[in-house]
């Protein structure tokens, strides 16, 4: 679809609603903890109790103003909540409480890299709603004789995020929901689970001729549980409209749903299916105004976004931009890079090992599994200084992170306990050396015979015998000595 | 006898020892199972709940301890706010076996200021209509007169305090449900101003327009159960951050100088002439009282009642959206799928009055005309308030007859327009957030009450009540009780 020869130009604007992690929901008091047993997290007021009201969640605004602040958005000094109409089991009221007209921010943008360039994709408006409950099905929805229903999550805070549709490619449609994660994390207002619901993605997708000033007509695609998912449907939906437009048929407005098994697109309801919202003023709520002083402080309070640490990485620490981009996906693993550097101030060295061993074994982008790694960022640190200043070689480095990383040990507890300090004194290892060449006799006449690759066997033939201990430049050196006399 | 008095005389028995709540109590259990199987004020009754409370408040004030002015003092309220344990059904089969897992805030308030809860008064389906006939059990009669309707919705409020089944009660007041009621069963109604009592718990109707305040006896009674269930509540985002005054304190100041305004408006073609010339006899005792009584123009008046049947039936019909047949009240058997089980709950569920309001109040959201209708009400709504201001201006409580028409007879008004008619005079007040107070001015030949409305600035009930007071001391409309056992 990126291909820049093809006819349309392909135009996509994402709507995505993050849980936001507070700890009581939108309009009540009740907790919002993941996985506790059906209906023990609800109130009168999360399961639509007559009489019941509600009551706005001060830290949901908080944490709306600080990420409409970092997506670079206008906070609305007052903003009201609307009804929108729409019957559902899974929703108690049977409306849901949301932002229609006055949302809490607007016209924003996101910033992201695609194809190596950077890219600005305009943010529309940001505003906050509650999420509705779960249905249980008893076997599957077509053939259940009954369905339960769990309010858990009902009332749980939402953000949504509705961007321009800007994007042009469903792989940029990709990097934009990674680096709208990014930002969510590093604000700490979601946790940014896509599986488990916390990050929700929709997106809308129409095509156009290259060069048109009008829109194509949109079709949305609901169900995209997971970045690769997002593109993989948009990707399939792109060429879907393609080949429609190119038989010459017309693209209907529709809300489509991807099915990941099958990796395509169908459709769920079409324009004379779709709801009308009935949205009016919430009138149980007043509206909610935000002055400027309070908007200025939680400007002020913003942690430093993933765009200036990358940028910071790279001029203060030096490290490549290749680097810098992957260690700042998470804040948890870039404070995870920080907390090392600080104790083992080497840079790329950290940066190497996280990338090719720590990560190894913890994903990305998982802040929790980073958050319980056995091998915390001073542990990290502690193994890299011994290996800066020669203590131990790089190859006993790796069985030492082996093993750290199941015992939970420090490096230097385990160096030490078996013996693994690098050794480096000449004479030591000149015997050893002398040694390896007695006991090699075929290798060293290869190498006089100027197969000079048998040197290579020889210096293995030392880190053997000395259990990987040996100082590799001070074997080579010694072994070309050696040879060249014999 | 214990039923026949008023809050505050009640009290003093109580406090001077010649009766105990619990007498009080047992006075009025007794009375509702003589009298209310033929005026039906009640929908339940809570008798063992009643006299407990009242055993407790024996005690209290034996011991000199009494939690408030009116500890003690039976009270019953319209079964349209939750009461924890006790069904709540709003008058509707929909919610004909809801039970509430929580309390209402004024119900709260109520017991921890002593109140003797005696149980729930039917409103009209849902707060609809101007008459309770539309409640889905039975029709509450009007103690005046049984062939005759109480008014609604809370319809059952007023009649339980007019016919000394209760010493006050609480009703809720969305297009003049209490002050009609009141005007109709000759008790003292009040509309206190929007965000003056906590809605929480209270079933909703029209959310902006619901305000929940007291039937009593008297001016005083009115006075003092406000002041219990006033004030702000952190579970209701609309309830106001208003100081909550002693009014009863206030009462016996004389309205001398107190500009009234007669809104010109308010006196119309078609309306009863027997109102029309009690409420101009009242005017001139409280200019006899040295109130200066002016004309005034509420322009907006004839757009008022189109604005509030837009707004409300909108508003209703997002708020009973819930009643679904899923989680509380009745569900309807042998549905085929969840949308069969909607329809045929809500189709049985929700009588014809409720049915065309949410009918109606769904037209005027829906895309297309949602502008037309209701955007339009809601700029009506604005210039209803701005006739309020500019009159506020001049004059600092506006005194108008409460309703245009006397009680009428069961079955009489068939007509749904007709019947919205009634609610002329006092919409306007709750479009504009306003407190009213409707106090009986006198009675028709045939002996039938009528109701005089006070209508103040916002959050100045102390005015409305001050001169409602002054105009019942100076006449002797009270006296009189209607023709019952």
């Not at chain 2, 849902?126 to 309707?149: I, K, Y």
């Not at chain 2, 309205?255 to 078609?270: D, N, S, T």
């Not at chain 2, 068939?414 to 006092?426: I, K, Q, R, S, V």
């Amino acid at each position: 679809m990126t291909d820049p020869s093809s006819a349309y130009e392909v135009v996509i604007g994402l709507e995505v609603h993050a849980q936001l992690r507070t700890r009581s929901k939108m309009f009540c008091g009740c907790p919002t903890d993941f996985g506790a047993p059906p209906n023990s997290q609800t109130c009168p007021v999360c399961q639509g109790m007559p009489g019941s009201l509600p009551v706005i969640n001060r830290r949901a605004v908080e944490f709306g103003v600080r990420t409409a602040l970092a997506f670079h958005c206008r906070v609305n000094a007052g903003c009201r909540f609307a009804r929108k109409h729409y019957y559902y089991p899974d929703m108690p009221k049977n409306y849901q409480i949301s932002q229609y007209e006055e949302p809490l921010a607007e016209d924003g943008w996101l910033e992201l890299e695609a194809f190596g360039q950077p890219r600005r994709i305009a943010i529309q408006r940001l505003h906050l709603e509650e999420d509705v409950g779960r249905l249980v099905h008893e076997g599957t929805l077509e053939t259940a004789r009954a369905s339960l229903v769990d309010f858990n999550r009902s009332g749980v805070p939402l953000m949504e995020t509705v961007s321009q549709p800007d994007v042009r490619s469903p792989e940029e449609a990709a990097a934009y929901l990674r680096a709208f994660r990014a930002i969510l994390l590093y604000l700490g207002v979601c946790d940014g689970n896509m599986e488990e619901g916390s990050l929700r993605c929709d997106a809308n997708i129409s095509l156009r001729r290259r060069g048109a000033p009008d829109l194509g007509t949109k079709v949305e695609i609901k169900n995209l549980n997971s970045f690769k998912n997002v593109q993989r449907a948009l990707e399939f939906e792109a060429l879907r409209q393609r080949e429609a437009l190119d038989r010459g048929e017309r693209i209907l407005q529709e809300t489509r749903l991807w099915d990941a098994d099958g990796g395509r697109t169908r459709v769920m309801r079409g324009k004379e299916q779709a709801h009308d919202y009935r949205y009016f003023p919430e009138p149980d709520l007043v509206p909610l105004e935000l002055s400027r002083e309070s908007v200025e402080a939680a400007r002020a309070g913003l942690p430093e976004l993933p765009a200036a640490r990358r940028e910071r990485f790279v001029r203060e620490h030096g490290l490549p931009a290749y680097d810098a981009d992957l260690l700042t996906q998470t804040r948890a693993l870039a404070d995870y890079y920080e907390a090392a550097v600080r104790e083992a101030p080497h840079p790329k060295l950290v940066s190497n090992w996280i990338m090719s061993e720590l990560l190894r074994e913890i994903p990305a982008d998982d802040e929790r599994a980073l958050a319980a790694s056995p091998i915390p960022p001073r542990h990290l640190a502690g193994l890299l200084r011994l290996v800066a200043d020669g203590t131990i070689t790089g190859k006993i480095a790796k069985d030492v992170f082996e093993k750290m990383l199941r015992s939970g040990e420090d490096a230097l507890t385990i160096v030490a306990r078996e013996g693994l300090t690098q050794v480096a004194d000449a004479a030591a290892l000149g015997a050893v050396v002398d040694e390896v060449l007695r006991a090699n006799p075929k290798a060293v006449e290869d190498w006089r015979r100027g197969k000079k690759a048998a040197a290579g066997a020889l210096v293995g033939q030392v880190m053997k015998a000395t259990q990987g201990k040996a100082n590799p430049s001070v074997v080579n050196s010694l072994l070309e000595a050696k040879l060249s006399q014999l | 006898m214990l039923t026949q008095l008023t809050v505050h005389a009640l009290v003093e028995q109580f406090r001077g020892g010649a009766a105990t709540p619990s007498a009080a109590a047992r006075a009025y259990l007794d009375r509702i199972a003589a009298v209310d199987p033929s005026v039906r004020a009640y929908l339940t009754v809570t008798p063992e709940r009643a006299l407990a409370a009242a055993a407790a408040a024996d005690a209290r004030w034996r011991a000199g301890r009494p939690l408030s002015s009116i500890d003690g003092a039976p009270i019953a309220v319209k079964d349209l706010l939750c009461t924890k344990g006790v069904r709540t059904t709003c008058g509707s089969r929909i919610l004909e076996h809801f039970v509430p897992p929580y309390d209402a805030t004024v119900i709260e308030r109520l017991e921890a200021a002593g109140a003797v809860l005696l149980g729930n008064e039917p409103p009209g389906t849902r707060a609809m209509g101007s008459s309770t006939e539309h409640s889905a059990f039975f029709a509450t009669r009007n103690p005046w007169d049984l062939a005759r309707v109480p008014g609604g919705s809370s319809g059952g409020s007023g009649a339980a305090v007019a016919a000394d089944l209760a010493a006050a009660a609480l009703g809720s007041d969305t297009g003049g449900s209490i002050r009609q009621p009141a005007a109709f069963t000759g008790t003292v109604g009040l509309k206190p101003t929007y965000g003056r009592v906590s809605r929480y718990g209270l079933v909703a109707f029209a959310s902006s327009l619901d305000q929940i305040g007291p039937f009593a006896k008297d001016v005083v009674d009115a006075a003092l159960v406000l002041r219990v269930i006033a004030g702000r509540d952190p579970l209701d985002s609309t309830s106001a951050d208003v100081p909550v005054p002693d009014w009863v304190a206030e009462l016996g100041r004389p309205i001398e100088g107190l500009r009234l305004g007669v809104p010109r408006e308010y006196f119309v073609e078609g309306m009863d002439p027997e109102v029309e010339a009690a409420v101009r006899e009242a005017i001139e005792v409280l200019k006899r009282l040295g109130g200066r009584a002016e004309p005034i123009s509420l322009p907006a008046t004839d757009y008022a009642l189109a604005a509030y049947y837009l707004i409300a039936p909108a508003e209703a019909s997002s708020n009973l959206a819930r009643y679904d047949g899923v989680k509380y009240g009745s569900r309807a058997a042998g549905a085929r799928d969840v949308i069969d089980m909607y329809s045929k709950t809500r189709a049985e569920g929700f009588g014809p009055e409720v049915k065309r309001r949410i009918m109606l109040g769904t037209y005027a959201l829906s895309a297309g005309y949602h502008e037309a209708y209701y955007g339009k009400a809601q700029k009506v709504r604005t210039l209803v308030r701005r006739d309020f201001d500019a009159a506020f201006a001049r004059v600092d409580v506006i005194v108008a007859p409460t309703t245009p028409n006397l009680p009428f007879k069961l079955g009489e008004k068939e007509d749904p327009l007709a019947m919205y008619l009634n609610d002329l005079f006092t919409i306007p007040v709750n479009l504009a957030g306003l407190p009213g107070l409707s106090v009986r001015c006198g009675f028709s030949l045939a002996g039938l009450p009528i109701g005089l409305q006070f209508i103040g600035r916002p959050f100045d009930e102390a005015t409305l009540l001050r001169a409602a007071h002054a105009y019942e001391q100076a006449t002797r409309w009270q006296a009189r009780r209607p023709p019952l056992p």
